[in-house]
């Protein structure tokens, strides 16, 4: 068993039962890919040597703590802090105390919400989108594809804007202002037609919002004309663009629909209106659960969003390509889909994010990540020579190699760690039935045939045990 099956309890009884560590801390540093973080916290004194071993008694899974814990080797020279000034950024001018934000969305729905999302350190909130609309949501309205310890993959919701009326919104941003006038108060918010784009806009200006994301995205609504429909068509989202320009001083963001061939069409679209910046991804339209149960001669399907850790690679692709486009250059850039971790965060950022959002992960683990999101960012720029977050905007940009520009001149073997290997045959009959059979079975263990092999690493993404992995040696492909 590994830090991956810790609970993450909230109150957790292995760190009431610690007395000299926050083994509850330590083990959510690793679950969110922050071992440097882990090190640093340990520094040159590791208590758990010495230890009866009370965490583990206390664990509702008896995990075996100090063995995780003793595993990591403490770096020498002592604890360093964090500098976190190096996360310092802006939005459209706003200065940010680090590039995290939440995303319009359930999490910040409410003023005791962002307030606790606030005094955790995210330095603000994109709040949930506000309305004219009488919203009436479904029960139940979420739903998730899960992997390993339960987990969430892909996160499936039918869930629409805020049903709290327009008065109680605006009493909300007034009191967040006042209380928090540093953390960035980003309001999103739809109309059904020109005269609800140009109403709203005027009205959240006045309740001292910071900026406003127009909704062009979300795939859940029951009016037509609204959400997503309006962002597929680049002609109504320049026309209401345009129009909130016209109602606002404030910097406005497109929040963007990735429902759509290419989200280039759009974003100008919104530049030409006069948005400051762009806003991507939202849900991906997709099915929630559909009823196998034939009991009831129907089969009931519901068309909802999906989001989570599965929909990270579609949304750098679209990041990447709004960062590319010179018509775009300097538009602000906040960016979401998948973001649990600050490697997540920062994959985003080195292609043209300069700010990110997040809303699933928060749902499955609390505002409490934000503590790994920025402390994993810092120590790595700290780490790196970066004096700011700003230094490594974009810097991937130049590395995205196209389908037809990609090199297919060498193989790169798989490694076979044979002192990790447990016979289950896995890789053997992945290679044999979906690979190109460069795998055979001598005495319970694999053996590549270098001839057959052509480097697809299949066995190194299936093997349980992470006893095959890439050699990372480049081997000219032989010649025809």
Not at 63 to 75: E, G, M
Request: net charge negative; hydrophobic share 40%; aromatic share 6%.
């Amino acid at each position: 068993m590994n830090h991956q099956q810790c609970l993450l309890c909230h109150d957790a009884a292995c760190t009431r039962a610690c007395g000299r560590l926050d083994p509850a801390r330590m083990l959510r540093r690793l679950y969110f890919d922050n071992e440097a973080g882990a090190l640093n916290a340990l520094a040159e004194d590791n208590p758990c040597r010495e230890c009866a071993g009370k965490c583990e008694t206390a664990c509702p899974l008896h995990l075996p703590i100090r063995d995780i814990i003793t595993s990591l080797k403490p770096q020498s020279g002592g604890k360093k802090e964090v500098d976190y000034s190096c996360l310092k950024t802006d939005f459209c001018g706003f200065e940010l105390e680090n590039p995290f934000l939440l995303s319009s969305s359930v999490v910040a729905s409410t003023y005791e919400m962002c307030a606790r999302a606030f005094e955790a350190g995210w330095a603000g909130a994109a709040f949930k989108t506000v309305c004219l609309m009488d919203i009436r949501e479904a029960s139940p309205r979420f739903s998730a594809i899960k992997g390993d310890n339960s987990r969430i993959i892909g996160f499936k919701n039918i869930e629409q804007l805020s049903d709290h009326t327009l008065e109680e919104n605006i009493a909300v941003f007034r009191k967040l202002k006042k209380n928090y006038p540093h953390k960035l108060l980003l309001v999103s918010f739809m109309g059904r037609d020109d005269r609800e784009w140009a109403y709203l806009a005027a009205k959240l200006t006045e309740a001292g919002a910071d900026a406003l994301e127009m909704n062009f995205s979300c795939p859940n609504m029951t009016e037509e004309h609204t959400g997503s429909d309006v962002g597929q068509i680049p002609a109504l989202v320049e026309r209401y663009t345009r129009i909130v320009r016209e109602h606002t001083h404030l910097p406005i963001i497109a929040k963007l629909t990735p429902n759509v061939t290419d989200i280039r069409l759009s974003a100008e679209a919104a530049g030409r209106g006069g948005a400051d910046g762009l806003a991507a991804i939202n849900t991906i339209k997709s099915l929630i659960d559909v009823d196998i149960d034939p009991t009831d001669g129907i089969y009931h399907v519901a068309i909802g969003g999906y989001s989570g850790k599965a929909v990270k690679p579609i949304a750098l692709r679209f990041i990447a390509e709004l960062s590319q486009d010179p018509q775009l250059t300097g538009q602000h850039i906040t960016a979401m889909g998948g973001i649990e971790t600050w490697k997540d965060a920062l994959e985003f950022i080195v292609l043209g994010a300069d700010s990110v959002q997040v809303t699933t992960a928060v749902m499955q683990y609390g505002y409490r990540i934000i503590d790994d999101l920025r402390e994993g960012l810092a120590i790595y720029l700290q780490d790196h020579g970066f004096r700011s977050v700003r230094d490594i905007e974009n810097s991937a940009i130049e590395g995205i190699v196209s389908t037809e520009t990609l090199d297919r001149s060498f193989i790169i073997y798989p490694k076979f760690l044979r002192e990790r290997c447990v016979g289950c045959q896995r890789c053997y009959l992945s290679c044999l039935d979906g690979g190109h059979q460069a795998i055979t079975m001598k005495d319970g263990h694999p053996q590549l045939d270098p001839g057959k092999c052509v480097g697809c690493h299949l066995c190194v993404l299936v093997y349980p045990q992470q006893a095959i992995v890439s050699s990372n040696v480049k081997v000219p492909k032989k010649k025809d």
